[in-house]
């Protein structure tokens, strides 16, 4: 939870700051903090962000 937390914490003063105002490179980062990964067969494309992940990840370790 906490990681989750921080994570979030970091995504926010990222927006604050304005995406206005950021480089391509910080808009870039910004993009791969939600979006760690995507997915392409023939039929679909899958967007794996963060925040799904995390979530996912800590439903799972109620389970065990």
């Known amino acids: 939870l906490s990681l989750i937390i921080s ?3 970091d995504f926010a003063e990222k927006v604050v700051k304005g ?3 950021l480089d391509c ?3 870039r980062e910004i993009v791969r903090t ?3 990964r995507i997915e392409i067969d023939q039929n679909n494309v899958e967007v794996m962000n963060t925040a ?3 979530m996912l990840d800590t439903l799972k370790l109620g389970q065990s």
Request: hydrophobic residues 35%; neutral net charge; proline residues 7%.
């Open 34 to 36: 939600v979006v760690p």
């Open 19 to 21: 995406l206005d105002n």
């Open 52 to 54: 799904r992940n995390m």
């Open 25 to 27: 490179d910080g808009k």
């Open 7 to 9: 994570r979030m914490e």
